[in-house]
């Protein structure tokens, strides 16, 4: 048996092939899993449970039917924070803390998105420390549909530009930042995804960070056995 670990598949309307790859990897995938986990950026965007487009419907169909055979576990990502209960609920998903850790067939390991690792991006941080409030997340669920929707797109591009701007140093992790969550939680395994950079560091410390890639031009699995850890690309399958 074997738990499964994904993320950063983006999910959006305009890309429906993401959502066929991802739907045939629930279909093909999980015979043998214990477990499935999401760590965040399922979706492009989401701006409230209630806005759910009809594909994003079908699909948390697709993943109760999954639920009812194996666990299905959600951290939010910097996309789609505002993924309530109501849809984790439709989709059979349980939402976990944003930082979470787990004893994977021996070994204490420590789960998450990966945001919150990238200190040296101090705008995001501020913005990140800010969606965080309770306050700030009730206050935006207020607002009308097509207001959220705007603030998502206006969030959306100037995250696109300002990453553009932005070097590949302070984009990716900062490994005070990794060390002090490896002391904070006692662990020897890190998985997260938020920088798109698939990868198994083996650290100083004897620890080990494992990143999960995104599912942009293809998928992105890390299966995790008492045997040990592999880390796969799934390519899309293309139609002509």
């Known amino acids: 048996m074997r738990t499964l670990f994904i993320g950063d598949l983006h999910l959006s309307a305009d890309r429906l092939d993401i959502t066929q790859a991802f739907t045939r990897f629930l279909d093909t995938e999980l015979d043998d899993a214990d477990a499935l986990y999401i760590l965040g950026d399922l979706f492009e965007v989401w701006v409230g449970d209630d806005i759910a487009l009809p594909f994003a419907l079908e699909l948390a169909e697709k993943l109760k039917q999954v639920s009812q055979k194996l666990p299905v576990y959600f951290i939010h990502g910097n996309r789609d924070f505002m993924l309530g209960k109501q849809f984790a609920r439709a989709a059979g998903m349980q939402i976990l803390p944003e930082v979470t850790c787990l004893n994977l067939y021996g070994i204490e390991t420590v789960i998450l998105h990966g945001d919150s690792l990238c200190t040296l991006d101090k705008a995001y941080q501020r913005f990140r420390k800010l969606r965080s409030l309770s306050l700030a997340r009730w206050l935006y669920g207020c607002l009308s549909k097509k207001t959220r929707q705007g603030i998502a797109d206006k969030i959306r591009s100037n995250s696109k530009s300002s990453n553009q701007q932005k070097s590949y140093t302070i984009m990716d992790v900062e490994p005070n930042a990794v060390d002090a969550l490896f002391a904070k939680t006692h662990t020897k395994h890190m998985i997260h995804g938020h920088t798109h950079r698939p990868a198994i ?14 599912w942009y031009e293809q998928g992105s699995v890390l299966s995790v056995s008492a045997e040990g850890i592999n880390l796969q690309s799934l390519p899309f399958e293309h139609t002509t």
């Open 201 to 214: 560091h083996q650290l100083a410390n004897g620890c080990q960070r494992i990143v999960v890639g995104d």
